[in-house]
């Protein structure tokens, strides 16, 4: 499936938990809605996927995680805060750096309107793979 047919999918399924779930609640609950939705349409879908941090060829082990990933591609990270700053950007263009994956999208469901509040953030060139 090519990135741009994952991200079209995925961003429907963050309408319908959206529009089923509202605005507000934590995290988990979105990301087990959202679990639920990509296993119903036959996506594959990881939860809290581990980070290997690694300076100078030494891994940390410093267990950061992932939020999602989806298809092997694309990185989910999902807030429920009042704003998101640039300080969420940052972390999951790290997180993509990383993991090496080319796409992420940085997703706030704490919002009046979801569709300001999915930022789309490549790592390199995704021309390829669209």
């Known amino acids: 499936m090519r990135l741009n047919n994952i991200t ?8 319908e938990v959206y529009n089923i779930l509202g605005p507000g609640l934590l995290e988990s609950a979105y ?14 879908c990881k939860t809290q996927v581990p980070i290997n941090v690694l300076y100078k060829g030494q891994d940390l082990g410093l267990g950061y995680r992932m939020d999602m990933l989806i298809e092997d591609i694309l990185v989910l990270e999902l807030k429920s ?4 700053t640039d300080a969420h950007k940052k972390q999951l ?9 080319p ?3 940085l997703i706030n469901f704490n919002t009046p309107n979801l569709n300001k ?5 490549a790592n390199g060139d995704i021309s390829s793979l669209l």
Not at 32 to 44: D, Q, R
Not at 117 to 121: D, E, G, T, V
């Open 93 to 101: 263009h790290t997180y993509l750096k990383l993991a090496n994956k």
């Open 103 to 105: 796409l992420g999208l």
């Open 31 to 44: 990301e087990a809605a959202l679990t639920y939705e990509f296993v119903k349409m036959g996506i594959e």
């Open 117 to 121: 509040n999915i930022i789309r953030i």
């Open 8 to 15: 079209y999918k995925v961003r429907g399924a963050f309408f």
């Open 81 to 84: 805060v009042e704003i998101l």
